[in-house]
């Protein structure tokens, strides 16, 4: 895997973030009185921009290619971010965004459709990395180089089969296995560390045989380095510092954004701040 | 491969878990590259012992892990493995049941579960290890194709069946050593058809699993007293043979399930929510476990708690035709 670090790329890249969080704008203002998934969404945007736009070898036109990395989105309410990753990389057209919410379009519910990029039909939380170990080992024994990465979100690692799979992927010696971590600190109902505290989530990881690297998650250089920070030696993880709702001055840092409606006004906030460059 | 007498026997003796894992596993492997066998701290219990040794490349164990079992059979599988995945059937079915309904039914993967000790094999560990409603949560998942061994000349069979068959699949295993044998080895397996293993003219006994052989039982027990019982082995549960179940329903007064099984949901659910859609079809009597656990003993004694062994079975037949 080659990253590059140059400030061209990360400017181009910086670009790509903020067409994605005009069109995760877009998205959530289409979505009307339902609602989208605002805060999880809005903290993983660079992560993904970075992701689709630099760390996946990917080919949109050969999608089931068996040599593609495979992308899990464990936290799977971040569509917002992870639909315009997938324009942006040429798997769906900007047009098709708006029907994320219409019945029985190809984009609503979280859905399998590896054809465009999506691998994984998540919405249940901390099942996708025990796929990902299954995925990763397969590689293994069919002398394949892909590379395996898990999206995950910090409030999912409350759940208890998670941290089998995290031993597991040190006991099959899954280096080709990077895990992703939104650290977000917020779940549903208030932060991480109030609801069900991780602590130390870095020692945590490292005492589970990964490889644990920090970045800003909002920060392109940051995250361009952390992924060439990733080792051929245990499996990885990033944990990636963010803000819920990040970009929404309204939304960031709030639990109750987690799902929520825009209105026309905040919307206009949201896209003169990200237009004059107060987001990112 | 050649099914002998000589083999039934010894089979028998061994029990449908080692039939199935220390027999028909190993050969399936020998014809399959892309076959995994995983297991969750279970290789020895479920006499994959063997198979580790001589396809160390194909067999995974997870530890005690079962949800991640589910999890990592599904990431295999869609790099096209054919997986096994073996457990107690409590464990499998229940506490891996999202696990299983997300990545396997709602992903259609090619994952075959092999829930062992089924029904109250494991007698006295106690209710954590009885499987008394796997049948009701697995063919709720669409998709999921839901079988169910008499003996172990069908479990083996069915491990064939299984490794061929492309799509999720149940398979319920019970019995310990010394399994009754229903089936010699002149036996052909017919998947999604009712197995037919004696005609009579007054009533249908469908038994699954363990109670097939409890079924002959209760019909020579009827037989005793001018009772003429067909019996019928329902090996798979789902899809259900519709066509065979029409002929049950035509040709007898009295239709009887039994299963080492819940009542609720089981596969007499399952023949009753066919037998609802028709007209003028016979009433049918429920032989399983009530809507209670019971306390633990040995098997038989657990059967016996539920009323669910051959003279049980007759006595309340009898008093339904009014004899």
Same mark, same amino acid.
């Given at each position: ?19 994605m969080?005009?069109?995760?704008l877009?998205?959530a203002?289409?979505a ?12 993983c ?41 997938l324009?942006?990389?040429g &798997? ?7 029907? &994320? ?8 519910? &979280?859905? &399998? ?11 249940s939380?901390g099942?996708?990395?025990s ?5 990763a080992l ?7 180089d ?7 979100g910090?409030g ?6 998670i ?12 280096d080709?296995?990077?895990v ?22 870095t020692a ?38 963010t ?27 949201a896209l ?9 | ?7 039934v ?28 066998v ?9 006499n ?58 709602n ?35 669409p ?8 003996? !172990? ?11 061929e ?8 295993l019970?019995?310990?050593?010394? !399994? ?22 007054d ?9 097939v052989n409890e079924?002959?039982?209760t ?16 090996h798979?549960?789902?899809p259900?043979?519709k ?20 009542i ?10 066919y ?5 003028n079809t016979?009433r049918?009597?429920?032989i399983?476990f ?21 003279p ?12």
């Amino acid at each position: 895997m080659c990253i590059d670090t140059s400030a061209e790329n990360a400017s181009r890249l910086r670009d790509m973030a903020v067409r994605m969080r005009k069109m995760a704008l877009d998205m959530a203002l289409s979505a009307g009185a339902k609602g989208a998934h605002i805060g999880g969404g809005f903290s993983c945007m660079e992560i993904m921009a970075v992701l689709y736009g630099e760390v996946l070898r990917l080919d949109p036109a050969n999608p089931l290619s068996p040599q593609r990395d495979r992308l899990l989105i464990s936290k799977n309410h971040c569509t917002i971010a992870h639909f315009p990753a997938l324009v942006e990389r040429g &798997y769906i057209k900007e047009e098709e965004l708006a029907s &994320y919410t219409v019945n029985g379009s190809r984009l609503i519910g &979280y859905p &399998y459709d590896p054809e465009i990029g999506l691998e994984y039909s998540g919405g249940s939380l901390g099942m996708a990395i025990s796929v990902g170990v299954g995925q990763a080992l397969s590689a293994k024994k069919k002398g394949l180089d892909y590379r395996v990465y898990v999206l995950m979100g910090d409030g999912e690692l409350n759940e208890g089969s998670i941290w089998e799979a995290f031993m597991s992927a040190k006991q099959f010696g899954l280096d080709n296995l990077t895990v992703i971590i939104d650290r977000n600190h917020l779940c549903y109902d208030g932060t991480t560390e109030d609801v069900m505290q991780l602590g130390n989530l870095t020692a945590k990881m490292e005492s589970f045989g990964f490889n644990t690297i920090n970045c800003n998650g909002h920060d392109i250089k940051e995250l361009l380095n952390a992924f060439v920070c990733i080792s051929n030696n245990g499996p990885n993880a990033v944990i990636c510092d963010t803000v819920k709702g990040k970009g929404l001055s309204f939304a960031e840092g709030r639990p109750e954004w987690h799902q929520k409606a825009i209105t026309g006004e905040q919307y206009n906030i949201a896209l003169s701040d990200l237009m004059e460059g107060k987001v990112i | 491969m050649n099914i002998t007498k000589g083999k039934v026997r010894s089979w028998a003796r061994l029990g449908q878990r080692a039939t199935f894992f220390a027999n028909a596993m190993p050969e399936i492997a020998k014809e399959n590259d892309d076959l995994m066998v995983l297991t969750a701290d279970l290789a020895q219990l479920s006499n994959l012992g063997r198979f580790a040794e001589q396809y160390p490349d194909k067999f995974l164990n997870v530890g005690i892990a079962e949800q991640n079992m589910i999890g990592v059979a599904a990431g295999l599988a869609m790099e096209g493995y054919t997986v096994f995945a073996t457990t107690y059937a409590s464990f499998i079915a229940v506490r891996d049941l999202e696990h299983v309904r997300q990545h396997l039914s709602n992903l259609n993967l090619n994952v075959k579960l092999i829930g062992t000790a089924a029904g109250v094999v494991a007698a006295r560990s106690g209710v954590a290890h009885w499987a008394s409603e796997d049948i009701t949560f697995m063919r709720a998942l669409p998709g999921m194709m839901v079988m169910s061994a008499a003996d !172990c000349v069908e479990a083996y069979e069915m491990a064939y069946y299984a490794a061929e068959h492309k799509g999720p699949v149940y398979i319920r295993l019970n019995g310990v050593p010394d !399994c009754p044998a229903v089936y010699d080895e002149n036996y052909v397996f017919e998947p999604e058809k009712l197995s037919i293993i004696k005609t009579g003219k007054d009533v249908a006994i469908i038994g699954t699993g363990l109670m097939v052989n409890e079924a002959l039982k209760t019909a020579d027990i009827l037989e005793e007293n001018g009772i003429s019982c067909t019996v019928a082995n329902m090996h798979t549960i789902k899809p259900i043979d519709k066509d065979g179940l029409n002929k049950l329903f035509r040709e007898h007064r009295l239709i009887v399930t039994m299963e080492e099984h819940s009542i609720i949901g089981g596969m007499g659910s399952a023949v009753a929510e066919y037998k609802a859609t028709l007209d003028n079809t016979p009433r049918q009597i429920f032989i399983g476990f009530p809507d209670s656990f019971t306390k633990a003993g040995t098997p038989q004694y657990i059967w016996e708690q539920f009323g669910i062994t051959a003279p049980q079975a007759a006595e309340r037949i009898k008093k339904e035709l009014g004899f």
